[in-house]
């Protein structure tokens, strides 16, 4: 589930993740016990693992950190092996018009997008905040104006 007024994606057991979610608060939230590091290549941090959004609907996750401090989240819905993808990225855009209304989802926090990856087929939703890395920042469209 993902609150647009505060820029958060919204996991079971009252995980929020957001900008404000650093290495300290992924230590001591209940995600210790399902993620995994990946990589580190400083300034970023790759964790990936499964976790439940706040709706009941279990993912897959991978969050990126940089400098220690959320920046992007990709996540996808959790299917046995050998399901068509295409049919993965329908269902994610359905979920986010059930959840957000129609897009795009551009927001001054960050942006959410639903993609189908060109090179290996792999639908995955994305959430990325704004002003927590350049590199991030610098892939996001411009921030919407009042």
């Known amino acids: 589930m993902i609150d647009v007024r505060e820029g958060r994606l919204l ?20 995600l210790r016990f399902t993620l995994q ?9 790759t964790f ?6 706040a709706d009941g609907v279990p993912v ?14 990709s996540l996808r819905f959790a ?20 959840a957000l209304g129609p897009g795009p989802y551009n927001y001054a926090w960050g942006a959410v997008e639903a993609t189908l990856h060109p090179r290996d087929a792999e639908a ?13 920042d610098g892939a996001l469209p411009p921030a919407p104006t009042a």
């Open 11 to 30: 996991l079971a057991d009252g995980v929020a993740l957001g900008p404000h979610f650093n290495a300290a608060a992924l230590r001591t939230s209940p």
């Open 37 to 45: 590091p990946l990589s580190a290549s400083p300034p970023f941090h």
């Open 48 to 53: 990936v693992g499964t976790a439940t959004l």
């Open 60 to 73: 897959g996750l991978t969050l990126v950190f940089s400098d220690l401090v959320l920046a992007h989240v």
């Open 79 to 98: 299917y046995d092996g050998g399901v068509d993808e295409r049919l993965v990225h329908a269902q994610h855009v359905q979920w986010l018009e059930r």
């Open 124 to 136: 995955s939703l994305s959430v990325t905040w704004r002003g927590v890395s350049a590199l991030y």
